[in-house]
C-alpha cells in the first residue's frame, strides 16, 4: 500500500518485460493494429508478457479508479505517418473490447527520428455502477522526447490528450463476474517501412 497525494493506492499491474515492437500497422482501432504489451501486430499471439488484469468487479461503487502510466521507444523512416494511441477494456485479453479513450491521429514528427520516447498516464473513474455502469477516462500523451541526456538533438516535445472527446463517460458493466483487462494499442497510418513503437514498461494502480 501507497500513498498518492492522501489516496490510498495499491499497484495492481507491472509489465514484466518489454513488449513487441508495433511497425506498419494500419487497421486503426481493430485489434490487429498492434497491442503494445506484447502481442505484437496480431491479436492473440502468445506472449510471455502476462496481461493487464483488472480484478472482478472492481468498479463496485461510485469514485473507485484506477491509474496507467506507460513509457517507451519509437522510431521512424522516411516517411512520416500520423500516429494514434487507444485504451480498451475487455474480457479477453489482446481483442477490442470498450474503447475507454484515445489520442486524435497525429502527425508522428516532421523528419525521421530515430530512438525516441514517449510517456502516458491515464485515469479511469467510476462514475455509476451496474449493468449501465459508466467509465469517465482521460489522460496525456507525451511525445517527442528524446531518452538519453548525452544527445543534442532538439526533440520536438508536445502533449497530446488522451480522452473520450465528450463528457459523456463510456458505458461499461461493472458488475463483473470475472477479470477485465486494459489493452493499450497504437496505430500507424502507414505500412511503409520505418516507423516502429515499443512500450518498455507500464503500471497500473487502484487509487482507492
Known sequence: MSLFGDAPAELLY????????????VTTGQASGGPLM??????????L????????N???R????IMVEGFGVYSLGATIPTMKMAFYIDNTPGTVGTLLCATGAFTADTTSRAAMGFNFKVLVTCTAVGPSGTLQAWGWLNWGMVPTLTTTVAAPQITYVIGPATTTPVTFNTAQSSPTYLD??????????GPSITLTQMFMWGLN
Open 58 to 60: 472492481y468498479f463496485y
Open 14 to 25: 507491472a509489465m514484466p518485460n518489454v513488449g513487441n515492437a508495433v511497425t506498419n500497422t
Open 62 to 65: 461510485q469514485g473507485k479508479a
Open 49 to 56: 508478457i502476462p496481461p493487464a488484469e483488472i480484478p472482478h
Open 184 to 193: 493499450v494499442y497504437a496505430n500507424w497510418s502507414t505500412s511503409s517501412t
Open 38 to 47: 506484447g502481442g505484437g501486430p496480431t491479436a492473440g499471439v502468445a506472449s
